[in-house]
């Protein structure tokens, strides 16, 4: 009797960035801001964003959809950020000489960035597969109303 396994159909890639030069609380700023959005949408963001800590997670997450692209053959416009975490690593330490003979400690922290991206057309095709023809309700009407438009010059009109 021979057993077949079952392959599993990976849809996520990661990227890891070790010992990267800066605070962990200063690169969760960023990572917060970017968790959960798409890649294209990312990068624009990153690009954007005044902080020093934007560089070298731009680098990670061009990295990981890179992996990707070429490991998996995913395409990037459907790319998700899934998961993106921020750990300290070790802190460097030195010795600054000072005044009469003294010496001061220099702490330089270090931290380790991980970025994992998710392919969402799977998913899609899951759903569609599921999805009635019917499912849309014919009677339900939706109105938009446009702030900017009104009589009075819109809401944001103030004198």
């Known amino acids: 009797m021979i057993k077949k396994r079952k392959r599993k159909s990976y849809t996520k ?30 990068l624009m963001i990153l690009e954007l964003m005044p902080y020093r800590a934007c560089y070298p997670i731009f680098k990670l997450v061009y990295s990981a959809a890179a992996n990707a692209s070429h490991n998996m053959g995913f395409n990037e416009t459907n790319l998700v950020i899934s998961k993106a975490e921020v750990n300290e690593g070790t802190t460097v330490k030195k010795f600054k000489p000072r005044a009469r003979g003294r010496s001061y400690p220099i702490k330089r922290p270090t931290c380790h960035i991980t ?9 899609e095709e899951y759903v569609m597969c599921f999805k009635k023809p019917g499912w849309i309700n014919k009677n339900t009407k939706m109105t938009c ?8 010059g819109g809401l944001w009109d103030k004198k």
């Not at 890891?16 to 890649?39: P, T, W």
């Not at 109303?145 to 009075?152: A, E, F, G, K, V």
Request: aromatic share 8%; proline share 0%.
């Open 13 to 42: 890639v990661y990227a890891l960035g070790k010992h990267i030069c800066m605070s962990a609380h200063k690169a969760r700023r960023v990572i917060d801001q970017i968790r959960g959005r798409s890649y294209e949408e990312t």
């Open 115 to 123: 970025i994992v991206l998710e392919d969402t057309s799977l998913y």
């Open 145 to 152: 109303h446009d702030t900017y438009s009104n009589s009075r």
